[in-house]
């Protein structure tokens, strides 16, 4: 498959994730190509202050229908935790993915 394939893919069937105070959408429309992106996964960022964990932002990330096959490839089999804790798999959604939307 190749990253310059014109066809278009189905997006991965998600749900509106809610993170903290945010609900983030199961899909949007990039502003930049107008191309549908699914939610890829939500978070947050924040620091520890005297104790008590101080939410700075959340953010989502969404992806191409393109990414879940690409991934796929090296990364199929592979359970939850040892995604999660995968820089190279992380490292990968990143660099390997042509088209990526981050909502903050």
Do not use: C
Request: glycine share 8%; proline share 5%; net charge positive.
């Amino acid at each position: 498959m190749s990253w310059t394939t014109t066809w278009a893919m189905s997006l991965p069937s998600v749900t509106p994730l809610q993170v903290d105070t945010f609900t983030f959408p199961p899909a949007v429309t990039s502003l930049a190509s107008s191309k549908k992106l699914f939610l890829g996964g939500a978070g947050v960022r924040g620091l520890e202050i005297e104790g008590k964990f101080v939410i700075v932002t959340v953010i989502g990330i969404y992806l191409q229908a393109i990414a879940v096959p690409s991934l796929s490839v090296k990364w199929k089999g592979k359970n939850a935790k040892e995604l999660t804790e995968s820089i190279s798999f992380f490292h990968q959604i990143i660099t390997g993915t042509k088209l990526i939307y981050v909502e903050v």
